[in-house]
């Protein structure tokens, strides 16, 4: 009814008071699919450190409900509030990735690995995200990597370490 401010603000209440209420995620990923909504919603929610998890979330509720060009922009506003989280960086890539557009998906990714080359780093040694482009570009000792079985190095995670580590026999 062209009251945007008023439905953002109960749709966000309803969303955190009762998290199964599936109506009103439905009708907030439909109001974040607008332009207006977009606007109420960084209106009442500035993009900051302290509102990443919210558009985490929001980004979710979207995605939820096949608003994919919704919760493409609700995990860049995440990631304007805290770049260095690998979570939305990933999520945003699956939701890049559902409309079909891959290369924008690897685009992403090396945009951020460019963006922080030494921040990911497996705990005692393994490989840098600078590494990982460097093979993904071919700007390394080698050159470009085009599948998995010419990395030389498979990973496997490891249940309840927090690591990732060579598989046995290798």
Not at 94 to 110: P, S, T
Request: glycine share 12%; proline share 3%.
């Amino acid at each position: 009814y062209g009251k945007v401010q008023e439905a953002m603000r109960s749709l966000l209440k309803i969303v955190v008071v009762d998290q199964t209420e599936k109506k009103s995620r439905r009708l907030l990923a439909s109001l974040l699919s607008t332009e207006e909504g977009i606007q109420e919603i960084q209106r009442q929610l500035p993009v900051g450190e302290k509102s990443s998890s919210a558009y985490g979330f929001l980004a979710m509720v979207a995605k939820d409900h096949s608003a994919i060009p919704a919760s493409i922009q609700m995990l860049e506003f995440s990631l304007g509030g805290n770049p260095l989280n690998v979570g939305y960086l990933l999520n945003l890539m699956h939701v890049i990735e559902l409309q079909g557009k891959y290369q924008d998906a690897l685009d992403c990714c090396m945009s951020f690995l460019k963006i922080h080359g030494a921040l990911v780093r497996v705990k005692g040694g393994g490989f840098s995200s600078a590494d990982l482009l460097a093979a993904m570009t071919g700007s390394g000792a080698g050159s470009s990597v085009s599948n998995a079985d010419e990395v030389g190095l498979a990973v496997e995670w490891v249940p309840g370490s927090g690591e990732y580590e060579r598989p046995k026999g290798d």
